[in-house]
């Protein structure tokens, strides 16, 4: 479903006009494929198809939703084993068209995956990224939006660190249309101290409400393969390889990035506080170890 919305997001957005669904289930994607294909009705000429790797271009964009999906209860980590199996399948069949492409990570855990499909392809750095913390970024900026009573584009602050348990709100610096959180009418100052708990929780009620969550993260893929494709830069906290940025070497985990058709380029100097700086180093270091068990 990750996969089937955001193909459906990029066709009706038109963000591009020729998107190949590739999937194992074959009845699936086929219906998935005519299904999305006849919304572009509506479009100035988008297709979707199903399609193989054989297919992949040089500087394609190759968005990675392949995987066991996270069950209830169930958290992002314990999904490591049996999908870092399918990613480097996956991972061997895109770098065997022997193309230059740019690997958009999407399945759970994000972060150790995209570790997993950095190292397993041989690209460089800056062309291999995962969502990171942005759908967790959403999640925020909606719920602080409605707390305050204003459009989420009105927003700026983010998650940081890892898709999962160790994230953290990054809310010292964070404002509402200029104005810092804490001083903005009508935010309550407990705030900072139960959001994060909601955001952390939020796929967990989502999953047990409806067994999986994907119109959130499909629109996340259709703004970052958007802004993969612009020559001026978007930030979004997506997760790719740190090398010594924030204190953290040699792990993949969310930090604010520039992302666009140069790749991503993680942002060196968002300010945060001690207690954040903290959190991110006990997050990476959670992520690292995550990663440690999957090089057995």
Do not use: W
């Amino acid at each position: 479903m990750v996969g089937a919305t955001a193909a459906q997001a990029l066709a009706i957005k038109e963000v591009v006009h020729d998107i190949v669904l590739v999937d194992v289930a074959e009845d699936l994607v086929r219906g998935q494929a005519m299904d999305i294909n006849h919304a572009t009705a509506f479009t100035s000429g988008v297709t979707v198809r199903v399609g193989g790797y054989d297919e992949i271009k040089e500087d394609d964009i190759v968005v990675i939703a392949s995987g066991a999906a996270q069950k209830p209860g169930q958290t992002r980590l314990e999904l490591a084993d049996i999908n870092t199996a399918i990613i480097r399948d996956v991972v061997g069949r895109i770098m065997a068209q022997g193309k230059l492409v740019y690997i958009l990570m999407v399945a759970n855990p994000v972060d150790v995956l995209t570790y997993v499909a950095l190292k397993e392809s041989g690209l460089p750095k800056e062309r291999v990224l995962g969502s990171g913390t942005t759908l967790d970024t959403a999640r925020l900026r909606v719920a602080i939006a409605s707390k305050a009573g204003v459009s989420q584009s009105n927003v700026h602050a983010y998650i940081l660190g890892e898709h999962g348990d160790s994230s953290f709100p990054a809310l010292s610096n964070a404002t509402i249309a200029g104005i810092p959180l804490a001083a903005f009418p009508g935010v309550d100052p407990a705030l900072k101290g139960t959001i994060a708990g909601d955001i952390r929780q939020a796929a967990y009620k989502i999953i047990e409400a409806k067994k999986s969550t994907y119109y959130g993260i499909g629109n996340v893929v259709a703004k970052l393969v958007e802004a993969l494709l612009r020559d001026t830069a978007s930030v979004y906290p997506v997760c790719s390889l740190a090398t010594g940025e924030y204190g953290v070497d040699g792990v993949v985990l969310g930090l604010p990035s520039k992302v666009s058709s140069r790749g991503v380029e993680i942002v060196d100097g968002y300010p945060l506080s001690a207690s954040e700086k903290q959190s991110l180093l006990n997050s990476a270091a959670i992520v690292r170890a995550a990663i440690g068990r999957i090089k057995q």
